[in-house]
C-alpha cells in the first residue's frame, strides 16, 4: 500500500512538471513569434505581442515575458521613429551632430547648462555608434527612455503583483506608453522616468541619485518631484495643493488678466510673466490638440472610479497620485492643450497604463476587454495615421514589405 502511495504520488509530480513543462515551452513559442514577424513588419510584432501578453497573460514565465516584451518594445521603436522630422526631433538631432563632430559646447545647451544629462547620453551615442539618421536616432532615443521604464516595471512597480498577473501588468503597461512622444520631448520623458526609479527606492542615497539625474534631464523634475512626494507621504497636503492648482489652471488666462489689471505697480512682471509663459505653452497645434481630448477625459474618470475602489493596501502609495495628477490634468487644460500635454507626461504618456492595471487588477477579465478594445484602436490609428500633419510615422518605410526592409 505504501509502495503505491508512493508511485501514485510520484506520477503526480511528474504529471505535474509535464504540465509546467508543457506550459513553459507555449510561452516560449509565443515569445518567439513577434520576433520572427519583427522583420518583416515591426509594427505588427508589435501588435502580435501585445495580444498575446494580454489574452495569454498567466501562461508566461519571467524570462518568456522579458523576450517579448522586449520585441515589443524594439518593433514600437522602430515604426513610431519612422517620423517626419519637425520641432524637438530636429532640435535633439542637432544637438547629436554637434557632438559627433566634436562641439562640446552642445553639453550646455539646455536648461542654461544644467540639464547635461542628455547631451551626455548624445555624446555616448556619438562615440560608439557614429552618424545616424534622423529615423535611427529617434528609434534609439525611443528605445531608450522605454527600456528604462520597462526595467522600472520589472524591478520595482512589479515587486507586489501576483507572478500570474505581471505579464498582463507589462502588457497594460506598454501599450499605453506613448512611443512617439518620448522621442519628441526626451528630456522630460527621461526625467519623468527617472522619477518614477525615485518613488519606488527605498535606499536614501540611491534615491537622491535618482533625483538628481531625473533634474539634470529636466530642471522642472524638483517641482513634479515635490508635487507627487506631498500625494504619496502628505496625501491630504497634496490633495489640497492638487485642487489649487486644479482650479489656478483652469482659470489661468483670468487670474492673469486680473493680476495685469489690478496691480499697476506688478505689470511689468506680470506682463513678463504672462509672455515668458504664453510663449511655451500656447499656440497649441494639431499635435498638442490631439492630446485633449474626450477618450482621454473618460478613460482618466474611468481610472479615478476603479481607483477609489481597489487601489490601496499595498499599492495605496499610487493612490492619491492618481487622484491628484488626474485633477491637476484636467485643470490644465484651461491654460492650453501643450501645457496640458507637458503637465502630464509621466501620468499620461508613461505611467498611465500601470495605473490603469491597479485600478482594474481585480477585475481581469474587464481589463482584458478594455485593453484589446485599445489595442484595436492602436491598430487602426497606426495603420491609417494620418498623411498631413508633423505627427505621420512611416514617413521612410511601408508598415510592411521583405526581410529587415527598415534597414535599408
Known amino acids: 500500500m505504501n509502495n503505491l502511495s508512493f508511485g501514485s504520488v510520484s506520477n503526480l509530480q511528474n504529471s505535474k512538471l509535464q504540465n509546467v513543462r508543457q506550459t513553459d515551452i507555449f510561452s516560449y513559442v509565443l515569445a518567439l513569434i513577434p520576433w520572427v514577424i519583427l522583420p518583416f513588419s515591426p509594427m505588427i510584432a508589435s501588435v502580435t505581442g ?35 522630422p519637425h520641432g524637438d526631433y530636429v532640435n535633439y538631432y542637432r ?11 552642445a553639453l550646455f545647451d539646455y536648461g542654461a547648462g544644467l540639464e547635461m544629462a542628455l547631451p551626455l547620453y548624445y555624446f555616448i551615442l556619438s562615440r560608439f555608434l557614429g552618424e545616424l539618421s534622423s529615423s535611427t536616432f529617434i528609434a534609439i532615443n525611443i528605445f531608450t527612455a522605454a527600456v528604462l521604464f520597462y526595467i522600472w516595471l520589472e524591478v520595482y512597480a512589479m515587486s507586489h503583483i501576483a507572478p500570474k498577473q505581471q505579464a498582463l501588468c507589462v502588457a ?7 512611443y512617439w512622444f518620448a522621442g519628441l520631448v526626451m528630456r522630460q520623458v527621461f526625467s519623468s522616468i527617472f522619477l518614477l526609479y525615485a518613488f519606488t527606492e527605498k535606499r536614501l542615497k540611491v534615491h537622491l541619485v535618482y533625483v538628481a539625474i531625473a533634474f539634470m534631464f529636466h530642471v522642472t523634475a524638483l517641482g513634479f518631484y515635490l508635487c507627487y512626494w506631498l500625494l504619496m507621504k502628505k496625501p491630504k497636503i497634496g490633495m489640497t495643493i492638487s485642487v489649487l492648482l486644479m482650479f489656478v489652471f483652469y482659470f489661468f488666462d483670468e487670474i492673469i488678466t486680473f493680476l495685469w489689471e ?27 490638440g490631439s492630446y485633449i481630448t474626450l477618450k482621454n ?12 475602489f481597489y487601489v490601496n493596501k499595498i499599492h495605496k502609495q499610487w493612490r492619491y497620485v492618481i487622484f491628484g495628477s488626474i485633477l491637476v490634468y484636467w485643470g490644465s487644460i484651461g491654460v492650453s492643450n501643450h501645457f496640458s500635454l507637458r503637465m502630464s507626461v509621466l501620468f499620461m504618456e508613461i505611467a498611465f497604463g500601470y495605473f490603469m492595471f491597479l485600478a482594474l487588477r481585480k477585475q481581469p477579465f474587464l481589463l482584458q476587454i478594455f485593453v484589446l478594445l485599445v489595442l484595436l484602436n492602436l491598430v487602426s490609428v497606426k495603420t491609417y495615421f494620418g498623411d498631413i500633419t508633423n505627427t505621420r510615422v512611416y514617413w521612410n518605410y511601408d508598415i510592411a514589405g521583405p526581410f529587415f526592409y527598415f534597414l535599408f
Open 297 to 308: 477625459l473618460l478613460f482618466t474618470l474611468m481610472l479615478m472610479i476603479f481607483a477609489y
Open 50 to 84: 501585445l495580444f498575446f501578453l494580454i489574452i495569454f497573460s498567466s501562461a508566461f514565465t519571467k524570462k518568456s515575458r522579458v523576450i517579448i516584451s522586449l520585441c515589443v518594445i524594439l518593433s514600437s521603436s522602430i515604426y513610431n521613429g519612422d517620423c517626419i
Open 172 to 178: 497594460v503597461s506598454l501599450l499605453f506608453f506613448h
Open 262 to 288: 489690478f496691480l499697476p505697480s506688478y505689470n511689468m512682471v506680470i506682463n513678463a510673466f504672462r509672455g515668458k509663459l504664453y510663449s511655451y505653452i500656447s499656440g497649441a497645434s494639431l499635435q498638442g
Open 95 to 105: 544637438a547629436y551632430e554637434k557632438l559627433l563632430n566634436n562641439n562640446f559646447q
